[in-house]
């Protein structure tokens, strides 16, 4: 038997050479200074202080937009018949695509084992909640009189007038309300065993009393620890239909109508692709900073991005499958109004949305094949934002040029958004980062209990090179050294 | 309306406060006026000091508006017999436009006019209203409408009272009375009032020296002068288009700009609709811009308007042959390649043909047509001849040119104006604004402070038409009685009681002087008079046939003269028409009209130099682009219109528009064409340059008109077929079902159990497009009916029109000589309601009778229906569209159907609220529904009967035969909606082996 180590390749995923999760000797310990540390620090980092700033004021917009909206009526959005909506449900479905990424790794990575996940999913989840959040208020505040907005809630009243329970939307209501109580719930769940070490660090009385109270009273013991194991596991397998079950029936709000370009069955899968799709590109395009600013470096490695540029790659290339089918479809249904739709969208007065989409959500991803793109941060960075890009018009193209030319061509029309439109647009992503730089400063960002049991516990230093024979837990290889080398270069 | 107590408003018995009884002359002022100060004058829209302006006013008007109605003449508390509160009331009545009596029937609800319908006792009207008739009572509620009268003296406008007016005029009436009335000069629109006729007699007894002119802008003068040519005297010629099999119109609108568009359009549609016994009339028609007519020819040919007299005397050479040589010259050396085949149909249909001209063509061109129709026999048949009204009077261009002459030469002392507004539609030449202050005193009397009133030295408010006693005359000379539908909201006075002021010793009131002009003023007269009333129409009493010796060698002697038009034969033509919405600008300030598309153009809030496609591609023109273009030293700015089948090489403008006075409606809407438009060429004329001057204008088009994309117009075409199902009649004798075959239906499975109709009444319409001319009347009744907003010219920009009935138009083969289909659409009440599905909320729902109800209180306006509604019918309160809508205007609303609010959806009931009525009055009779007892707005007003509603569950019912007709289809039925509405397909009726220019239907495309 031979001892000598054993040059491989960087991506080698062979069960006897199972690459650590965290780098760098991190112990327990200085993970948990190190989460820990960012929400004791007296001060963030100034570039915290500014991205607040700029989110805050976005939000400020946001609600003055809304404001102005319920003023004066749903009329000063740029909609019109027959594009009824634009960009309020564009939005709406934009941002639910994203919450889908933060069930995603927690529930269904969980449920596969994917260990992986640990560094991102508390992060993930985060997200998530915040997304949907900002998703959630696109339709409660798009119909014409918010005032009556509660009749979509089946409320018991003596004249027995009941929601329209075949309609999509009031499917939707159901569904998205259910994510965000079944994803709320489960986010913080899993965040108890660390609010209670920031319990127990702290050092002033309010943030002991805090801590405290959100920590629910959790102490360690080895029976809260099994109740806990036992309940995360309950929740993610709850949450996991939930992941595919939302977007579909998002989808079901344009599936289920009779508008050529909406009324298709491959929608449920499809929209599910490209909401993880989404999902993980606004995940990376977080986290790149954030674990830049705040010396995460270690505990979100490499390995995660690349992982994430991997299923980015995936669910790109399904939701440009899900493109062609649609093309192919229309023509192979014979249809003439499905047919002209497509190839409206991909030739007529919105040709410009569509290419746009088209480009960034199918052909920028394939640079993914490439080792190189896939662990250089730069690349990574923009090509998560140009996936966002691409996926809020793929929102726009399906609901905006679909309607504007349907059936009738004396009613067909062409969308433009007015300035509350575009506001009210980039007041939601104010509303989106500023709960988020909160978040990562004031809960701990990374799931530290979670971080802990993918760790080394005991063997040989993490340097020590192993041969197949050797295999013991965690082997750390060669090339993460030099990845290490090359980021910080 | 049990007829209003004609005197003028007595000495109010209620006083408001001690000041009123005091009777202070500054309390007086200020309750004339109302609204005291100038914020109505001077608001602008929503300015932050318009708005706190109108916050005061509002503030001001909390305490006077309460005092304003009712007035006690109006609803009387003792309830007269018959007259049950919030019951509706129809009064026949009638207006005057242009000179020609429109009889009318007015809804009224308790005192308060609130719709315009047809009289069907009249011989104008046959029950039928166009669009200019209904809006009359947005008109009537003009909160613009000017309150007092006033004067102007050095530059200062001062508010005064009729008094005030009365002590000035007498004075000055009696230094002309001595003067046997010389210096006093009388300008009048056109009227038919024989009671004007008669006050002009006695005027002329009392004052000789007085001046009477007449003016009217659009004018059918050129008949009457053309009718002298043939006649020796002005007849006036009498059509009927149902006699025609043959139809052939020169320039000529007889469906759409021509006074008796109704009872044309009626008779026309039946001699279309006889396609079902196997034959059908063929129109032709040989225009330059596109009328209705041109929209529904089955044969129609886009020349200069300048070339059309030699087309007349091509085809006179083809009639009369050898007799006509003389004309030889004025043909041209080569005739025109389908006047062959026109001139063969005339002399197959001798006897059962029609010819006419338009209005713009000269008087030579009409009295050549009048040889021709006698050549052809067609007098008494198709064509009759009346003689017109007052055969002396000079024509009005001739008037006005006297009128300035005289003004200009300083004989004109007192001008008192009646109506109109010469000082817009003058001809410009005449520079009549700068004339007007030359005159020491004029008097105005007009509905709004317009811009002749500016320029005069005393304004009057007139009573609108709907608040006066009048009569008119019909096309035919029937007289109808004008009564009034409710007190003078704003204390004005008509011509006839301006006109008393002139020539009574003791002025009369309205009511008096009708009564005394057709002798009923005995003291036994007030049955006969009461039943005058009830009719609207006195009957016999239309102008007398008479078949005038024609004189042909002198019609075809001063043909062959005719010169050729005015201007540089080598610029573009322009060609000046009247507005299918406005008239000739008098109706700029109704929002309803403003509202409406253009039947063609789709156009709303403005009008445009229209041109063809090919004119704007020589001219490196684009749509929407701003020009200025220059005729004979003038020079308008304007935007340009690419109108496909436009005669190339010529220019339309639609007259009306651009002005600077109309009111907060109608100022700055549109481009002014009478600035180009001078006394030398009323109608067309040569040599008008167009330079391109940068920018855009943004159209507010109601239907997409820009040169659409490729695919989109692909598209377009691919489908049509099946939107609009046409044939031409041979295909339509070969195979009856053809409409039917038209689409291939894949079968109808429905997700969710279909509705039980087995109950009640099921309601249906059918849409005959085979008769509709798109003429936009049925869209107006809508409006009216349903309190559908004025949304503005910004709001349709963005595609936010309310109107919950449109008339979709499209354009069939090339862009030289397309087709035109005008199709009706409003809510089909699908009985699979794609709507009704995914509402979140119930708002929208199916009602047992089959009818797509709107639960307004319900819906939250998730605008999701609109959204799955493949007709596009539906339409969403953008914002709180009736926000501004005055206190006035709220008078006119049907109190019937619930004014809607912010944030709501809305859509075509059916006219639900007509349903409901007959249905309480059916079952209070315990009786069945009868067929055609319930009548939507659309229906009951579309002049050519296109549209029919009734039971469907009745198998005699009109609507249940035309939804078994073979015609008949569901439009987008394929998608299975099962529309409650269906639409009889058009035929057409090309000269057999011309060949259709349209290529065959693209229905190989998705068959199978």
Request: charged fraction near 20%; include cysteine; charge should be neutral.
């Amino acid at each position: 038997m031979s001892t000598k180590p054993i040059e491989r390749p960087f991506d080698a995923e062979d069960p006897g050479y199972r690459a650590p999760l965290i780098l760098g000797g991190n112990t327990f310990a200085t993970v948990t200074e190190k989460v820990c540390g960012i929400v004791e620090k007296p001060k963030p980092p100034r570039a915290w202080y500014i991205a607040f700033a700029v989110s805050l004021s976005l939000t400020m917009v946001l609600f003055a937009m809304i404001a102005y909206l319920f003023f004066r009526g749903v009329g000063v959005w740029g909609l019109q018949v027959p594009v009824g909506w634009a960009f309020d449900i564009t939005n709406f479905v934009f941002w639910v695509g994203i919450g889908h990424a933060g069930t995603l790794i927690s529930a269904i990575l969980f449920l596969f084992r994917q260990k992986w996940r640990t560094s991102i999913n508390r992060f993930a989840e985060a997200m998530t909640i915040f997304a949907v959040i900002c998703a959630g208020i696109f339709p409660a505040i798009h119909v014409g009189r918010v005032w009556f907005a509660w009749f979509l809630f089946p409320l018991p009243n003596q004249n027995l007038i009941w929601p329209n329970f075949r309609s999509p939307l009031l499917w939707d209501v159901f569904a998205v309300s259910t994510y965000m109580l079944v994803s709320t719930m489960f986010w913080f769940m899993g965040m108890i065993p660390d609010l209670a070490t920031l319990r127990d660090r702290a050092t002033g009385r309010i943030r002991q009393v805090i801590y405290g109270i959100l920590a629910l009273g959790w102490r360690g013991s080895n029976r809260q620890w099994h109740r806990y194991e036992v309940a995360y596991l309950l929740l993610a397998a709850l949450a996991t239909p939930l992941v595919l079950s939302v977007h579909s029936v998002v989808s079901f709000d344009f599936a289920v109508s009779q508008v050529p370009g909406w009324h298709t069955t491959i929608f449920p899968p499809y929209f599910v692709a490209g909401a993880i799709f989404s999902g993980f590109a606004m995940v990376m395009t977080l986290m790149i900073p954030s674990r830049q600013f705040f010396g995460l470096k270690e505990i979100i490695t490499m390995r995660h991005l690349e992982n994430m540029a991997k299923i980015i790659l995936a669910t790109g290339s399904m939701v440009g499958l899900a493109y062609a089918t649609e093309f192919f479809i229309a023509w192979y249904s014979g249809n003439p109004y499905e047919m002209f739709t497509f190839l409206n969208r991909a030739m007529g007065p919105y040709a410009w949305a569509y290419w746009i989409m088209v480009s960034c959500n199918v052909l920028v991803p394939q640079l993914f094949w490439l080792k190189r793109a896939r662990t250089s941060i730069p690349i990574l960075m923009i090509i998560s934002i140009l996936v966002n890009v691409g996926m809020w018009f793929e929102r726009y193209v399906i609901i905006v040029t679909s309607l504007s030319r349907d059936y009738l061509p004396s009613a067909w029309g062409y969308f433009k958004p007015t300035a509350v439109d575009l506001l009210t647009f980039a007041g939601s992503f104010g509303l989106f980062f500023t709960l988020f730089l909160l978040f990562v400063r004031f809960l701990p960002m990374v799931a530290m209990a979670e971080v802990k049991t993918v760790m080394r516990q005991e063997g040989p230093e993490p340097w020590q090179q192993k041969g197949p024979g050797d295999y013991r837990g965690d082997i750390p290889q060669l090339h993460d050294a030099k990845v290490i080398e090359r980021e910080t270069k | 309306m049990p007829p209003v107590d004609p005197t003028p408003a007595s000495p109010p018995t209620y006083w408001r406060s001690l000041e009123e009884r005091a009777d202070s002359p500054e309390f007086r002022e200020m309750v004339e006026r109302e609204f005291p100060g100038e914020v109505w004058e001077s608001l602008p829209p929503a300015t932050r000091r318009g708005f706190l302006k109108v916050m005061g006013a509002s503030l001001a008007l909390a305490g006077l508006a309460g005092c304003r109605w009712p007035k006690e003449e109006i609803v009387s508390f003792s309830r007269p017999a018959g007259y049950t509160p919030g019951v509706p009331l129809r009064y026949a009545t009638s207006i005057d436009r242009s000179g020609v009596g429109r009889g009318l029937l007015v809804v009224s609800y308790d005192g308060r006019p609130i719709k315009v319908e047809g009289n069907p006792k009249h011989p104008g009207s046959l029950g039928a209203a166009d669009a200019i008739d209904q809006a009359s009572i947005l008109d009537l509620y003009d909160p613009d409408r000017s309150r007092y009268p006033i004067s102007r003296e050095a530059g200062t406008r001062r508010a005064q009272s009729w008094e005030d007016f009365e002590r000035f005029v007498s004075g000055r009436l009696a230094t002309a009375r001595t003067r046997r009335g010389a210096g006093l000069a009388i300008l009048t629109e056109a009227t038919s009032s024989p009671s004007v006729a008669d006050l002009r007699r006695r005027l002329a007894e009392s004052a000789p020296e007085a001046r009477w002119f007449e003016y009217e802008p659009l004018t059918q003068d050129n008949e009457r002068i053309g009718a002298s040519i043939a006649f020796g005297k002005p007849m006036r010629p009498l059509y009927h288009l149902k006699e025609a099999a043959i139809i052939v119109c020169l320039d000529a609108d007889p469906l759409g700009a021509d006074p008796s568009a109704i009872p044309h359009a009626r008779d026309f549609a039946e001699g279309r609709r006889s396609a079902d016994q196997g034959s059908m009339s063929r129109l032709h028609v040989i225009e330059s811009g596109f009328s209705i007519t041109g929209s529904m020819a089955d044969n129609r040919h886009a020349i200069l308007s300048r070339e059309i007299p030699a087309v007349a005397a091509q085809i006179a050479l083809g009639i009369l042959g050898a007799e006509a040589s003389s004309l030889a010259l004025a043909a041209g050396p080569e005739p025109r390649r389908f006047v062959a085949a026109i001139v063969e149909e005339l002399l197959a249909h001798r006897g059962r043909s029609l010819i006419l001209a338009g209005p713009g063509q000269p008087p030579e061109v009409h009295a050549l047509v009048h040889r021709l129709n006698e050549a052809l026999g067609n007098f008494g048949h198709t064509v009759e001849l009346a003689l017109a009204p007052d055969p002396e009077r000079p024509t009005h261009r001739d008037a006005i040119l006297s009128l300035a002459a005289a003004i200009d030469a300083g004989a004109i002392e007192t001008l008192v104006i009646l109506g109109g507004n010469p000082a817009y539609d003058a001809p410009a030449d005449l520079d009549f604004a700068g004339l007007l202050p030359k005159v020491p005193v004029s008097i105005h009397l007009s509905l709004h402070e317009n811009e002749t009133s500016k320029l005069t030295t005393w304004h009057l408010p007139r009573a609108h038409d709907l608040e006066a006693w009048g009569d008119t005359r019909a096309s035919d000379g029937t007289i109808g009685v004008a009564q009034p539908l409710i007190e003078p909201l704003y204390g004005g006075r008509s011509p006839i009681e301006i006109l008393s002021i002139l020539v009574d010793s003791r002025p009369l009131d309205g009511h008096a002087i009708v009564r005394r002009t057709h002798g009923i003023d005995g003291d036994d007269s007030e049955a006969a008079w009461r039943r005058i009333l009830h009719e609207g129409v006195m009957s016999g009493t239309a102008f007398p046939l008479e078949m005038a010796a024609m004189r042909p060698a002198e019609i075809l002697a001063r043909f062959a003269s005719l010169g050729p038009p005015a201007g540089d034969p080598g610029g573009l033509e322009l060609v000046f028409r009247r507005d299918a919405k406005v008239h000739d600008g008098r109706f700029a300030n109704n929002g309803w009209l403003q509202e409406m598309p253009d039947p063609l153009t789709k156009i709303t809030w403005d009008n445009a130099a229209i041109l063809a496609p090919s004119t704007a591609r020589e001219l490196g023109l684009q749509a929407d682009d701003r020009v200025r273009l220059s005729y004979n030293g003038r020079e308008v700015d304007a935007a340009v219109y690419v109108l496909p089948g436009h005669a190339a090489g010529s220019v339309t403008l639609n007259l009306g528009y651009g002005r600077t006075a109309a009111g907060r409606v109608g100022n700055d809407a549109g481009f002014d064409f009478y600035r180009l438009r001078g006394s030398e060429a009323l109608h067309f004329a040569s040599g008008l340059s167009i330079r391109k001057i940068g920018g855009k204008h943004a159209f507010a088009c109601t239907q997409n008109h820009h040169t659409i994309d490729a695919i989109g117009l692909r598209g377009m075409e691919r489908r049509l077929g099946e939107l609009f199902r046409e044939a031409d009649l041979a295909e339509y004798k070969a195979h009856p079902e053809f409409a039917k075959h038209r689409i291939h239906d894949p079968g109808s499975h429905q997700l969710y159990p279909p509705h039980d109709y087995s109950e009640g009444p099921q309601w249906g319409m059918a849409i005959d497009l085979n008769s509709c001319t798109g003429c936009g009347a049925c869209v107006v009744a809508c409006v009216a009916e349903n309190n559908v907003p004025v949304v503005g010219r910004d709001q349709i920009r963005r595609g936010r029109e309310m109107h919950w009935l449109r008339i979709d138009r499209y354009f069939r083969g090339g862009e030289e000589a397309p087709q035109i289909a005008h199709q009706p659409v409003a809510c089909v009440q699908c009985e699979n309601a794609p709507c009704e599905q995914v509402c979140p909320v119930s708002a929208t729902v199916h009602t047992r009778e089959g009818l797509n109800a709107m639960a307004y209180n319900r819906c939250v306006g998730t605008r999701y229906c609109s959204n799955n509604c493949p007709y596009k019918v539906r339409r969403f309160n953008w914002f709180n569209f009736h926000k501004e809508t005055s206190e006035t205007e709220k008078m006119g609303m049907n109190p019937e159907v619930t004014v809607r609010g912010r944030g709501v959806m809305e859509k075509c009931t059916y006219c639900v609220q007509r349903i409901e009525a007959v249905k309480i009055v059916s079952k209070n009779e315990g009786r069945r529904i009868r067929d055609g007892e319930i009548t939507p707005a659309c229906a009951q007003t579309c002049p050519t009967q296109a549209i029919v509603f009734g039971d469907l569950s009745d198998p005699e019912s009109r609507v249940s035969k035309l939804h078994g007709h073979a015609r008949a289809y569901g439009l987008l039925e394929e998608i299975n909606t099962r529309p409650r509405t269906q639409y009889l397909a058009k035929v057409r009726n090309p000269i057999p082996g011309a060949g259709s220019p349209i290529p065959a239907d693209g229905l190989e495309e998705h068959h199978g």
